[in-house]
């Protein structure tokens, strides 16, 4: 179905066709569709077991809306947001770009959302039926960026299974900044401190920019272990990495996402993965579109992945069809379970 209705939906201006996707999950008329139950996929994070390791990233379930449906499609599990304490509108229009000939997509969108109260109701009037994450970020005006993030937690630590920290956003201005040792440490030792406060054991995962200098991989990895931050998402848009791209659009500003940062990406999990090793988790993201593609970032070192231009260019089918196609590499491995071909990259 997708396939024949693509091309009227890429006439659409692509947040127009994001909008009209999530009204259309919204009315949760999607079958339940059963997910191929195989051995070979089934994955553990946080202490649960889930049926594959891939999820929908943050980004495209921005408000919280559709999770529930996102399950149905046949996700592992669910990120939302990125939420911020107050309700923001985001970046001006236009501020979402396609790059067909690239399979990318191009955004400034600014953390446009509802805001934390109403997207804690929202989720505690719609137990979600998955895994469920919840990405936080800082407004665009607030005077005091680490407070915002601790706003999030103290919505969001009794509601999620994770929650993720998005240091990474390109569109949002000085954010990658935490980057830097210094406010890192101080974020995340604030972030530790409001935990314990609030006694949460709830998991925290660090979204990083695919952009940091290659040399400040092993003191973010210390960084991280020495706070206690079990899991880290490689990596966000970057607002780099055009020259090759074909589409005129590629002279927008904002965070390119999609195949193009596929290679990026997998070389950045395999650094931190000789660097971290067991220590922490890591969340493939970047170029997803397929079982080779998830084949690739796993054996980089990635435990589980992320996708979601992919969907936009394969349509809301793309899981099972990547599920389908990772279940034939995997026999011709040997292996037991996806698990074991984490990090076994020569």
């Known amino acids: 179905m997708f396939e024949k209705i693509r091309g009227l939906i890429f006439k659409l201006d692509p947040e127009t066709a994001h909008n009209l996707a999530i009204k259309t999950l919204k009315f949760n008329f999607i079958p339940n569709k059963k997910v191929q139950q195989n051995n070979l996929?089934?994955?553990k994070i946080f202490g649960k077991k889930i049926p594959n390791p891939i999820g929908i990233a943050a980004g495209f379930d921005k408000d919280a809306e559709v999770y529930n449906s996102l399950f149905k499609l046949g996700f592992g599990y669910v990120e939302v947001g990125t939420i911020t304490?107050?309700?923001q509108y985001g970046n001006p229009k236009p501020r979402v770009?396609?790059?067909?000939?690239?399979?990318?997509?191009?955004?400034?969108?600014?953390?446009n959302n509802s805001g934390s109260d109403k997207v804690r109701s929202r989720i505690l009037s719609s137990p979600p039926t998955g895994?469920?994450?919840?990405?936080?970020?800082?407004?665009?005006?607030?005077?005091?960026?680490?407070?915002d993030f601790l706003v999030g937690l103290r919505k969001f630590h009794d509601?999620?299974?994770?929650?993720?920290?998005?240091?990474?956003?390109?569109?949002?201005?000085?954010?990658?900044n935490f980057h830097n040792d210094e406010e890192m440490g101080e974020l995340l030792e604030e972030i530790q401190t409001e935990k314990d406060k609030l006694k949460t054991n709830i998991p925290i995962a660090i979204k990083i920019s695919p952009d940091l200098e290659f040399k400040s991989i092993d003191k973010i990895c210390e960084i991280l272990i020495k706070n206690?931050?079990?899991?880290?998402?490689?990596?966000?848009?970057?607002?780099?990495?055009?020259?090759?791209?074909?589409?005129?659009?590629?002279?927008?500003?904002?965070?390119?996402?999609?195949?193009?940062?596929?290679?990026?990406?997998?070389?950045?999990?395999?650094?931190?993965?000789?660097?971290?090793k067991s220590d922490i988790t890591i969340i493939g993201v970047g170029g997803i579109d397929s079982g080779r593609s998830v084949y690739e970032k796993?054996?980089?070192?990635?435990?589980?992945?992320?996708?979601?231009?992919?969907?936009?260019?394969?349509?809301?089918?793309?899981?099972?069809?990547?599920?389908?196609?990772?279940i034939e590499i995997i026999?011709?491995?040997?292996?037991?379970?996806?698990?074991?071909?984490r990090g076994s990259k020569k």
């Open 331 to 341: 026999k011709k491995t040997g292996v037991n379970n996806i698990s074991e071909l």
């Open 159 to 176: 509601i999620g299974d994770y929650l993720t920290i998005n240091i990474s956003s390109p569109n949002t201005e000085n954010l990658r």
């Open 131 to 147: 895994l469920l994450g919840i990405n936080i970020g800082p407004n665009k005006d607030t005077k005091d960026r680490v407070k």
């Open 97 to 111: 770009f396609r790059l067909e000939e690239d399979e990318a997509l191009i955004n400034r969108l600014g953390f």
């Open 228 to 276: 206690k931050i079990s899991t880290v998402i490689i990596s966000n848009s970057t607002d780099r990495t055009r020259e090759n791209l074909k589409n005129i659009n590629k002279l927008e500003k904002g965070g390119l996402s999609g195949k193009p940062l596929e290679n990026k990406s997998n070389f950045l999990i395999n650094e931190f993965y000789k660097s971290f």
């Open 41 to 43: 996929l089934e994955t």
């Open 298 to 326: 796993i054996i980089n070192g990635a435990k589980l992945v992320q996708l979601y231009t992919g969907m936009v260019f394969k349509g809301p089918n793309i899981v099972f069809k990547i599920n389908n196609e990772l």
């Open 85 to 87: 304490p107050l309700k």
